[in-house]
C-alpha cells in the first residue's frame, strides 16, 4: 500500500483491484468437513454440481471481514472493481493461457511420484509440498531379506516408512561404499550392510564378528527373497534384485534402501534404470487416493497407511524379518491446506516441462530487481536453477478445468482456448466454465475414434495466481491495449514463503508465454512470528489481539512498527506490542507537538498582527535565519532521501531517518527558536519562523502520507485553512492524498549550513554529558569551554554558531583549540575485555597490562595502521577502547577542566563556577519553582498574575537568598513575563492562585501567585 500511493503521488496511474482466490483445496477442504466427505465416491454420490455449489456458498464467507480490516489499516484499494477466480472471463483466460503452452509442446501426460496428500485425495506440485514440513516421531525397522544364492546371509535395510514394506521390488545399494559381512552375536544371524553405518545396529564390535568386507558393487545384481508374497510374480520380471546408486549415502540407516518403486522417487528412477519397472509395465502402487491399502494387499487391505506401520511391524515380527524397531525424530512434510501428512506416490499427471526453460528462467530473473536481494541471487536462483516438471492437474472438483478433450486411447487431444473455440467444436455455448458445465461437453474426433471427452482434472490453483496479470485483464479477448502496456507489472510484493509459490509460478508462465519476467520490481516479506518466536497460533494464544493493537494504537502506529521492521527486508520479526507503542512516543507525538506549537502560535501571531496568516508555496524562497535555513535544508535533504530510497524500494531505511528528523525538528530547531516563534523577539522574525515551521510541517506531511494515510489527513484538514487559494487554484486540496509529493528544492539544500548545526549538536552534546558526569544542571552558568579540533573548517562552523553552543550549555566563553597538550589532554587506551580475553585466552593478562600502558605515540599509530604488534600477537583498534583523560595535575591559569569527545571533536568544560555564576542558577530555580506553581495551577501564558516572594524563616541563609532574588529580580521577571514583588499578598486584598513553600538548595522561600498585575 505505501509503494502504490508513493507511486500515485509521484504522478503514476494506480490499478487498486482487489482481487480474490477462489479455488482449490482450502474450500473443498472446508467443504469435505462439512459434509463429511471421505473421498471421491462421497462427491461422485452427492454429484459434481452439488458439490461445487457449496463451495460456492462459502467461498466469500469472510469477504465482509476482509475489507473491515483492509480499510481499517488504510489499504487503498477498489473492492467493486475487483477480480475473481472463478469469473468465467477469468477462467477463460487461464484457458487461453493454457493453450499458449500445449501449442509449444511444454505439456504432457506423465506417471510421476508425486507429493500426494490423501486428505484431499490429490497431488500436489513439488513446491506445495515444501511449506510446511514438521518433526514428528514415526517407527523405524530394520528388516531382513535373505538372498537366493544362500538364505542364511542377509540383507538388512532401514525405514521409517514401515508402510511402503509390502510394495518392496527391490534393495539398492552404493557401489563406492564399503559394505561387510557380519555375524550378530544375540541372534547367530548373518547379516550385510555399509561399514560406517554399524553404529545403527550395534553399540560396540563386541556384538558381532566381521566375516567379510567389500565394496557395494560386489552386491549389484544378487536377488533375495521376498519380504510379503503380494508381488511375487513380479520376480519374473527382474523384480527382488540389488542394484547400486549414488543417491544411497553414509549418514542414516544401514546403507541397505529398501526400494518401493511407486512411492518414492529415486526409487522410482533407479528401478526404471535398472528395469525392475517398465513404462507401460505393472503399477505396483496399493494404495487408493484416500491413503487405504487396496485388496491387493490382503493382510492389510482398508487400512490408512500410517496406521498399518503398527500391524506391519507385527507381521515382519511374525514372518521373523524385523531385525531391529525404534522411533526416529525426524522433519516430514504435511499437507499446507488439510495439515496431515503427505505421502510419496505414483499418480498419473499433467506436467508442464519446466526443466525445459530453466535457462530461460535464470536469464529473465536476471532481469529483475529484489528486495532483499539476496532472496533473488540465493534462494529463488537456487530453486530455480533445480526446478523440476509442474504437476499442474489436481483430481479435484472446484477450481478451472483443464481445457484437454482427448479419445478413449489418449491418442487424439484436442486443447481449447476459449469459449468460442469450445462452441466452434462441440456446438455447445456455455457461459460458466466449472466442471458441471463442461464434463457433459464432447467433440467429435476427426480420426474416427468416436468421441472426445474432457478429461477430469482441473488445475493447480498456483496455475490461476500465476496467470493473475492476463486473466484480471481478460486478456487477450478485451483490454489487450491495456495489458501490453503495463506488462510487465511495475511492483508485487508477497511473503517470502512464495519463492516456491506465486513468484515461481509468475515467472514460469511468463517466460513461457512471452520469454520476459512478469515483474519488475519485487519486495520479499519475512514472516510475522509471535513474540516467543513461534508461529502465531489461536490455540496458544501467543498474539495479542489485531483489533486492539489498531484500536489502542491507531493503524499508522502499526504501518510503521511493520514497515521499520525485519519484515520488509524478508527477514522474520518476533511481534512486539511495546515496539508499536514506542512508534507514537518516537515519531507521532513530536509530530504532533510541532503541529500543535504551530497552530497556537499562528492564531497569536493573528490576534497580535490583526492580520490572517497566509502560506503560499510557489512564492515562499526560504529565510534569511540560520536556523530557517538549516531546518528548511534538512527537510529538502529528507525528501530527497525518501525519493531515493523509495525509488530503490529500501522502505525500512525511511523510518529511522523519520525519527531523527522529529528530534531535530522538535528538540533542536522548535527548542531553539522557541521565542522567535512565540513572537516575543519581533513580528517580522516570528512570522519569518511561522512561515518555516509551516513550510516543513506540510512538505513532511505530504511526504509521509503514502506511510501514514489517517495521520497525515488530520494534519492536513487543520493546515489547509492557512494556503494561499491562488497557489493551490489547479490542486484538489480536498485530502491530502489528492496532492502529489512536493518536488526537492534543490537550491534550499544548504550542505555547509547541515555541516555546522550537526557539529554544533556534537559539541553541545558532549557538553551535556560532562555536566551529567558532574551533576552540574544546566540552570548553572559555567565560566568556559574549549572546542578542541584539528581542522580550521570544523572551528569556523563551530564559530558560526557559537552563541546557540553557548546558551544551550549556559556558558560564559568559548575556546577554540587546536591544541590538546595545551590543557593538558592525553589519550587511553583500554582493551576490550569480552574480545579480547575471549581471544587471547591465557595471553590477555599481559597483552591487557601493556595496552593500557599505551602513550599518545603508540595509539596514533594504532588509528592510522588500525592495528598493533603487542606481545607478540597482533590487536587491531576494534579491540581497544579509546578515551580522552585530563591530567589532574596539569593547569591552565589554576583552572580544572573536564573533557569529553567522540572521537572526532574534543570537549572542554571548566567545571569552576564563580559566585556569581552559583547565583545565578539560584535565579534560576527560582524561575523552575514559580513555571511549576503556574502548571499547576492551569494558567496559561496570557493570565496576567504577581509573585509574591518571602522567606518561610528568617535565618541568615534564607535572608541572603532573598537578596539574590532580588539582585536577579529583572532576569526572573523577564523570564516569567509577570512582576515578582518581595513580601506577602493579604487574601483580603487579593485573590491567592497558589502559596507554597519551595525548597531550593538548602534554602527555603514562600512563594505567592495572585491573580492580575498589583501595585
Given at each position: 500500500?505505501?509503494?502504490?500511493?508513493?507511486?500515485?503521488?509521484?504522478?503514476?496511474?494506480v490499478?487498486?483491484?482487489?482481487?480474490?482466490?477462489?479455488?482449490?483445496?482450502?474450500?473443498?477442504?472446508?467443504?469435505?468437513k462439512?459434509?463429511?466427505?471421505?473421498?471421491?465416491?462421497?462427491?461422485?454420490?452427492?454429484?459434481?454440481?452439488?458439490?461445487?455449489?457449496?463451495?460456492?456458498?462459502?467461498?466469500?464467507?469472510?469477504?465482509?471481514?476482509?475489507?473491515?480490516?483492509?480499510?481499517?489499516?488504510?489499504r487503498?484499494?477498489?473492492?467493486?472493481?475487483?477480480?475473481?477466480?472463478?469469473?468465467?472471463?477469468?477462467?477463460?483466460?487461464?484457458?487461453?493461457?493454457?493453450?499458449?503452452?500445449?501449442?509449444?509442446?511444454?505439456?504432457?501426460?506423465?506417471?510421476?511420484?508425486?507429493?500426494?496428500?490423501?486428505?484431499?485425495?490429490?497431488?500436489?506440485?513439488?513446491?506445495?509440498?515444501g511449506?510446511?514440513?514438521?518433526?514428528?516421531?514415526?517407527?523405524?525397522?530394520?528388516?531382513?531379506?535373505?538372498?537366493?544364492?544362500d538364505?542364511?546371509?542377509?540383507?538388512?535395510?532401514?525405514?521409517?516408512?514401515?508402510?511402503?514394506?509390502?510394495?518392496?521390488?527391490?534393495?539398492?545399494?552404493?557401489?563406492?561404499?564399503?559394505?561387510?559381512?557380519?555375524?550378530?552375536?544375540?541372534?547367530?544371524?548373518?547379516y550385510?550392510?555399509?561399514?560406517?553405518?554399524?553404529?545403527?545396529?550395534?553399540?560396540?564390535?563386541?556384538?558381532?564378528?566381521?566375516?567379510?568386507?567389500?565394496?557395494?558393487?560386489?552386491?549389484q545384481?544378487?536377488?533375495?527373497?521376498?519380504?510379503?508374497?503380494?508381488?511375487?510374480?513380479?520376480?519374473?520380471?527382474?523384480?527382488?534384485?540389488?542394484?547400486?546408486?549414488?543417491?544411497?549415502?553414509?549418514?542414516?540407516?544401514?546403507?541397505?534402501?529398501?526400494?518401493?518403486?511407486?512411492?518414492?522417487?529415486?526409487?522410482?528412477?533407479?528401478a526404471?534404470?535398472?528395469?525392475?519397472?517398465?513404462k507401460?509395465?505393472?503399477?505396483?502402487?496399493?494404495v487408493?487416493?484416500?491413503?487405504?491399502?487396496?485388496?491387493e494387499?490382503?493382510?492389510?487391505?482398508?487400512?490408512?497407511v500410517?496406521?498399518?506401520?503398527?500391524?506391519?511391524?507385527?507381521?515382519?515380527?511374525?514372518?521373523?524379518?524385523?531385525?531391529h524397531?525404534s522411533?526416529?525424530?525426524?522433519?516430514?512434510?504435511?499437507?499446507?491446506?488439510?495439515?496431515?501428512?503427505?505421502?510419496?506416490?505414483?499418480?498419473?499427471?499433467?506436467?508442464?516441462?519446466?526443466?525445459?526453460i530453466?535457462?530461460?528462467?535464470?536469464?529473465?530473473?536476471?532481469?529483475?530487481?529484489?528486495?532483499?536481494?539476496?532472496?533473488?541471487?540465493?534462494?529463488?536462483?537456487?530453486?530455480?536453477k533445480?526446478?523440476?516438471?509442474?504437476?499442474?492437474?489436481?483430481?479435484r472438483?472446484?477450481g478451472?478445468?483443464?481445457?484437454?478433450?482427448?479419445?478413449e486411447?489418449?491418442?487424439?487431444?484436442?486443447?481449447?482456448?476459449?469459449?468460442?473455440?469450445?462452441?466452434?467444436?462441440?456446438?455447445?455455448?456455455?457461459?460458466?466454465?466449472?466442471?458441471?458445465?463442461?464434463?457433459?461437453?464432447t467433440?467429435?474426433?476427426?480420426?474416427?475414434?468416436?468421441?472426445?471427452?474432457?478429461?477430469s482434472?482441473?488445475?493447480?490453483?498456483?496455475?490461476?495466481?500465476?496467470?493473475?496479470?492476463?486473466?484480471?485483464?481478460?486478456y487477450?479477448?478485451?483490454?489487450?491495449?491495456?495489458?501490453?502496456?503495463?506488462?510487465?507489472?511495475d511492483?508485487?510484493?508477497?511473503?517470502?514463503?512464495?519463492?516456491?509459490?506465486?513468484?515461481?509460478?509468475?515467472?514460469?508462465?511468463s517466460?513461457?508465454?512471452?520469454?520476459?519476467?512478469?515483474?519488475?520490481?519485487?519486495?520479499?516479506?519475512?514472516?510475522?512470528?509471535a513474540?516467543?518466536?513461534?508461529?502465531?497460533s489461536?490455540?496458544?494464544?501467543?498474539?495479542?489481539?489485531?483489533?486492539?493493537?489498531?484500536?489502542?494504537?491507531?493503524?499508522?502506529?502499526?504501518?510503521?512498527y511493520?514497515?521499520?521492521?525485519?519484515?520488509?527486508?524478508?527477514?522474520?520479526?518476533?511481534?512486539?506490542?511495546?515496539?508499536?507503542?514506542?512508534?507514537i512516543?518516537?515519531?507521532?507525538?513530536?509530530?504532533?507537538?510541532?503541529?500543535?506549537?504551530?497552530?497556537?502560535?499562528?492564531k497569536?501571531?493573528?490576534?497580535?498582527?490583526?492580520?490572517?496568516?497566509?502560506?503560499?508555496?510557489?512564492?515562499?524562497?526560504?529565510?534569511?535565519?540560520?536556523?530557517?535555513?538549516?531546518?528548511?535544508?534538512?527537510?529538502?535533504?529528507?525528501?530527497?532521501f525518501?525519493?531515493?530510497?523509495?525509488?530503490?524500494?529500501?522502505?525500512?531505511?525511511?523510518?529511522?531517518?523519520?525519527v531523527?528528523?522529529?528530534d531535530?525538528?522538535?528538540?533542536?530547531?522548535?527548542?531553539?527558536?522557541?521565542?522567535?516563534?512565540?513572537?516575543?523577539?519581533?513580528?517580522s522574525?516570528c512570522?519569518?519562523?511561522?512561515?518555516?515551521?509551516?513550510s516543513?510541517?506540510?512538505?513532511?506531511?505530504?511526504?509521509?502520507?503514502?506511510?501514514?494515510?489517517?495521520?497525515?489527513e488530520?494534519?492536513?484538514?487543520?493546515?489547509?485553512?492557512?494556503?494561499?487559494?491562488?497557489?493551490?487554484?489547479?490542486?484538489?486540496?480536498?485530502?491530502?492524498?489528492?496532492?502529489?509529493?512536493?518536488?526537492?528544492?534543490?537550491?534550499?539544500?544548504?550542505?555547509?549550513?547541515?555541516?555546522?548545526?550537526?557539529?554544533?549538536?556534537?559539541?553541545?552534546?558532549?557538553?551535556r554529558?560532562?555536566?551529567?558526569?558532574?551533576?552540574?544542571p544546566?540552570?548553572?552558568?559555567?565560566?568556559?569551554?574549549?572546542?578542541?579540533?584539528?581542522?580550521?573548517?570544523?572551528?569556523?562552523?563551530?564559530?558560526s554558531?557559537?552563541?546557540?553552543i553557548?546558551?544551550?550549555?549556559?556558558?560564559?566563553?568559548?575556546?577554540?583549540?587546536s591544541?590538546?597538550?595545551?590543557?593538558?589532554?592525553?589519550?587511553?587506551?583500554?582493551?576490550?575485555?569480552?574480545?579480547?580475553?575471549?581471544?587471547?585466552?591465557?595471553?590477555?593478562?599481559?597483552?591487557?597490562?601493556?595496552?593500557?600502558?599505551?602513550?599518545?605515540?603508540?595509539?596514533?599509530?594504532?588509528?592510522?595502521?588500525?592495528?598493533?604488534?603487542?606481545?607478540?600477537?597482533?590487536?587491531?583498534?576494534d579491540?581497544?577502547?579509546?578515551?580522552y583523560?585530563?591530567?589532574?595535575?596539569?593547569?591552565?591559569?589554576?583552572?580544572?577542566?573536564?573533557?569529553?569527545?567522540?572521537?572526532?571533536?574534543?570537549?572542554?568544560?571548566?567545571?569552576?563556577?564563580?559566585?556569581?555564576?552559583?547565583?545565578?542558577?539560584?535565579?534560576?530555580?527560582?524561575?523552575?519553582?514559580?513555571?511549576?506553581?503556574?502548571k499547576?495551577?492551569?494558567?496559561?501564558?496570557?493570565?496576567?498574575?504577581?509573585?509574591?516572594?518571602?522567606?518561610?524563616?528568617?535565618?541568615?541563609?534564607?535572608?541572603?537568598?532573598?537578596?539574590?532574588?532580588?539582585?536577579?529580580?529583572?532576569y526572573?521577571?523577564?523570564?516569567?513575563?509577570?512582576?515578582?514583588?518581595?513580601?506577602?499578598?493579604?487574601?483580603?486584598?487579593?485573590?491567592?492562585?497558589?502559596?507554597?513553600a519551595?525548597?531550593?538548595?538548602d534554602?527555603?522561600?514562600?512563594?505567592?501567585?495572585?491573580?492580575g498585575?498589583?501595585?
Amino acid at each position: 500500500d505505501i509503494v502504490t500511493r508513493f507511486a500515485h503521488q509521484n504522478g503514476y496511474h494506480v490499478i487498486r483491484r482487489f482481487g480474490w482466490d477462489c479455488h482449490g483445496l482450502p474450500i473443498e477442504y472446508e467443504i469435505d468437513k462439512q459434509l463429511g466427505i471421505k473421498g471421491p465416491e462421497d462427491v461422485q454420490k452427492l454429484g459434481i454440481k452439488a458439490y461445487n455449489d457449496e463451495c460456492r456458498k462459502i467461498v466469500m464467507r469472510y469477504s465482509g471481514e476482509w475489507q473491515t480490516v483492509v480499510s481499517r489499516l488504510g489499504r487503498w484499494i477498489d473492492f467493486e472493481y475487483d477480480y475473481k477466480t472463478l469469473y468465467p472471463w477469468y477462467m477463460e483466460s487461464i484457458w487461453w493461457v493454457f493453450k499458449q503452452l500445449y501449442s509449444k509442446g511444454l505439456v504432457y501426460h506423465g506417471y510421476k511420484v508425486m507429493p500426494f496428500s490423501t486428505a484431499c485425495n490429490t497431488p500436489l506440485s513439488n513446491f506445495e509440498s515444501g511449506q510446511n514440513y514438521k518433526d514428528v516421531n514415526d517407527p523405524a525397522v530394520i528388516a531382513s531379506f535373505p538372498l537366493d544364492e544362500d538364505p542364511n546371509v542377509k540383507m538388512i535395510a532401514w525405514t521409517t516408512t514401515p508402510w511402503t514394506l509390502p510394495s518392496n521390488l527391490a534393495l539398492c545399494v552404493n557401489a563406492k561404499f564399503d559394505y561387510v559381512k557380519v555375524r550378530d552375536h544375540a541372534t547367530d544371524n548373518v547379516y550385510i550392510m555399509m561399514e560406517a553405518r554399524l553404529s545403527t545396529l550395534y553399540k560396540s564390535d563386541k556384538e558381532y564378528t566381521l566375516l567379510e568386507k567389500f565394496t557395494g558393487d560386489t552386491l549389484q545384481g544378487k536377488t533375495y527373497k521376498p519380504l510379503f508374497p503380494y508381488f511375487e510374480s513380479m520376480k519374473e520380471q527382474g523384480a527382488f534384485v540389488i542394484y547400486c546408486d549414488d543417491y544411497v549415502t553414509d549418514d542414516s540407516g544401514t546403507g541397505v534402501v529398501h526400494q518401493a518403486p511407486f512411492f518414492g522417487e529415486d526409487d522410482y528412477r533407479a528401478a526404471l534404470k535398472f528395469g525392475v519397472i517398465k513404462k507401460g509395465g505393472k503399477i505396483v502402487c496399493p494404495v487408493d487416493p484416500s491413503g487405504k491399502f487396496t485388496k491387493e494387499v490382503s493382510d492389510f487391505a482398508g487400512l490408512y497407511v500410517k496406521d498399518a506401520d503398527k500391524s506391519i511391524i507385527k507381521k515382519l515380527k511374525e514372518l521373523g524379518r524385523l531385525v531391529h524397531q525404534s522411533v526416529c525424530k525426524h522433519s516430514y512434510p504435511f499437507c499446507w491446506r488439510s495439515d496431515t501428512p503427505l505421502i510419496y506416490k505414483a499418480v498419473p499427471s499433467w506436467f508442464i516441462r519446466v526443466e525445459d526453460i530453466v535457462d530461460d528462467l535464470l536469464k529473465n530473473n536476471a532481469k529483475c530487481y529484489w528486495v532483499p536481494e539476496f532472496v533473488k541471487e540465493k534462494r529463488f536462483y537456487n530453486w530455480l536453477k533445480n526446478a523440476c516438471d509442474w504437476n499442474f492437474s489436481r483430481n479435484r472438483y472446484w477450481g478451472t478445468p483443464i481445457p484437454l478433450w482427448v479419445s478413449e486411447d489418449m491418442e487424439e487431444v484436442v486443447c481449447i482456448g476459449s469459449i468460442d473455440e469450445l462452441e466452434k467444436l462441440s456446438g455447445v455455448r456455455i457461459t460458466d466454465l466449472h466442471r458441471e458445465n463442461v464434463d457433459g461437453i464432447t467433440i467429435p474426433s476427426k480420426t474416427g475414434k468416436g468421441v472426445l471427452r474432457r478429461i477430469s482434472e482441473v488445475f493447480d490453483c498456483w496455475f490461476e495466481s500465476g496467470s493473475m496479470p492476463y486473466a484480471q485483464n481478460h486478456y487477450p479477448f478485451e483490454n489487450k491495449d491495456d495489458f501490453e502496456s503495463c506488462f510487465p507489472a511495475d511492483f508485487i510484493a508477497e511473503g517470502i514463503d512464495q519463492t516456491r509459490g506465486w513468484f515461481y509460478t509468475l515467472l514460469v508462465l511468463s517466460v513461457a508465454l512471452f520469454d520476459k519476467p512478469p515483474y519488475k520490481n519485487l519486495i520479499v516479506n519475512g514472516l510475522v512470528l509471535a513474540a516467543d518466536g513461534r508461529k502465531m497460533s489461536k490455540r496458544l494464544k501467543n498474539y495479542p489481539n489485531p483489533d486492539l493493537i489498531v484500536s489502542n494504537y491507531g493503524a499508522d502506529a502499526l504501518r510503521l512498527y511493520l514497515i521499520n521492521s525485519p519484515v520488509v527486508r524478508g527477514e522474520t520479526l518476533k511481534f512486539q506490542e511495546r515496539g508499536v507503542k514506542d512508534v507514537i512516543k518516537d515519531v507521532f507525538l513530536p509530530w504532533l507537538n510541532a503541529f500543535r506549537f504551530l497552530t497556537q502560535n499562528i492564531k497569536q501571531w493573528e490576534m497580535t498582527s490583526n492580520g490572517k496568516f497566509v502560506f503560499n508555496e510557489s512564492t515562499f524562497n526560504g529565510s534569511q535565519n540560520s536556523k530557517d535555513k538549516w531546518i528548511l535544508s534538512f527537510t529538502q535533504s529528507l525528501n530527497l532521501f525518501v525519493r531515493k530510497e523509495m525509488k530503490a524500494y529500501r522502505l525500512y531505511t525511511v523510518i529511522p531517518r523519520l525519527v531523527r528528523y522529529f528530534d531535530q525538528l522538535t528538540n533542536w530547531y522548535i527548542r531553539f527558536n522557541r521565542k522567535r516563534i512565540k513572537g516575543e523577539v519581533d513580528q517580522s522574525s516570528c512570522h519569518a519562523a511561522l512561515q518555516t515551521l509551516y513550510s516543513v510541517l506540510y512538505t513532511i506531511n505530504r511526504l509521509m502520507a503514502s506511510f501514514t494515510p489517517f495521520f497525515t489527513e488530520y494534519i492536513h484538514q487543520n493546515m489547509r485553512r492557512w494556503l494561499a487559494s491562488e497557489s493551490v487554484k489547479d490542486v484538489n486540496t480536498d485530502s491530502v492524498h489528492f496532492l502529489m509529493i512536493p518536488e526537492v528544492k534543490e537550491q534550499l539544500i544548504d550542505h555547509e549550513i547541515e555541516r555546522s548545526v550537526a557539529r554544533m549538536q556534537s559539541v553541545i552534546e558532549l557538553g551535556r554529558i560532562i555536566r551529567d558526569r558532574k551533576a552540574l544542571p544546566i540552570k548553572y552558568p559555567l565560566p568556559e569551554l574549549v572546542v578542541i579540533h584539528k581542522e580550521k573548517q570544523y572551528l569556523d562552523d563551530v564559530t558560526s554558531l557559537q552563541d546557540y553552543i553557548l546558551e544551550e550549555l549556559n556558558v560564559r566563553e568559548l575556546v577554540l583549540s587546536s591544541e590538546k597538550e595545551k590543557y593538558g589532554i592525553r589519550l587511553r587506551a583500554e582493551p576490550d575485555n569480552q574480545t579480547l580475553g575471549k581471544r587471547l585466552k591465557g595471553s590477555f593478562k599481559a597483552v591487557s597490562a601493556a595496552i593500557k600502558e599505551f602513550t599518545d605515540e603508540d595509539i596514533n599509530e594504532l588509528q592510522k595502521k588500525k592495528e598493533l604488534s603487542v606481545c607478540g600477537n597482533v590487536v587491531t583498534i576494534d579491540e581497544i577502547k579509546v578515551t580522552y583523560t585530563v591530567d589532574k595535575e596539569h593547569k591552565v591559569n589554576e583552572t580544572a577542566y573536564e573533557a569529553h569527545s567522540d572521537n572526532d571533536v574534543l570537549v572542554l568544560i571548566n567545571v569552576t563556577p564563580d559566585e556569581a555564576m552559583l547565583n545565578e542558577g539560584l535565579a534560576r530555580e527560582v524561575v523552575n519553582r514559580v513555571q511549576k506553581l503556574r502548571k499547576k495551577a492551569a494558567l496559561q501564558p496570557s493570565n496576567d498574575v504577581t509573585v509574591f516572594y518571602g522567606a518561610s524563616n528568617t535565618s541568615e541563609g534564607n535572608v541572603g537568598f532573598l537578596k539574590i532574588i532580588t539582585e536577579y529580580k529583572d532576569y526572573i521577571e523577564n523570564a516569567i513575563k509577570q512582576p515578582i514583588m518581595q513580601g506577602s499578598a493579604r487574601s483580603e486584598d487579593n485573590i491567592i492562585i497558589q502559596d507554597a513553600a519551595v525548597k531550593i538548595k538548602d534554602y527555603t522561600i514562600q512563594l505567592q501567585i495572585v491573580k492580575g498585575h498589583t501595585n
